[in-house]
């Protein structure tokens, strides 16, 4: 997985259901894709992965859907594409 060209991060409190991210360690991607579902205080996302996207926090054997992610697990998150 290649290193992340920097993008504005956003708050884990001001991203919503249906909006594309990413998230990051340092600069490296860990996933990306569309938020399903959140907490109502934002401090548990689950993503739908990108098509053509591996979580890097899983291996592939454990099939390719949604991921549960905490903020307080250190990820920054980077909003991509805001829901309509």
């Given at each position: 997985?290649k290193?992340?060209?920097?993008?504005?991060?956003?708050?884990?409190?001001?991203?919503?259901?249906?909006?594309e991210?990413?998230?990051?360690?340092?600069n490296?991607?860990?996933?990306r894709?569309?938020i399903d579902a959140?907490?109502?205080?934002?401090?548990i996302?689950w993503?739908?992965?990108s098509?053509g996207?591996?979580?890097?926090?899983?291996?592939?054997?454990?099939?390719?859907?949604?991921?549960?992610?905490h903020?307080?697990d250190?990820?920054?998150?980077s909003?991509?594409?805001?829901?309509p």
């Amino acid at each position: 997985m290649k290193d992340h060209e920097p993008r504005q991060t956003a708050s884990w409190y001001s991203v919503n259901r249906g909006d594309e991210v990413e998230l990051l360690s340092g600069n490296r991607i860990i996933a990306r894709g569309t938020i399903d579902a959140h907490t109502d205080d934002r401090e548990i996302i689950w993503l739908e992965p990108s098509r053509g996207h591996q979580s890097l926090t899983l291996p592939s054997a454990y099939g390719g859907g949604r991921r549960m992610y905490h903020r307080t697990d250190g990820w920054t998150i980077s909003l991509i594409t805001a829901a309509p």
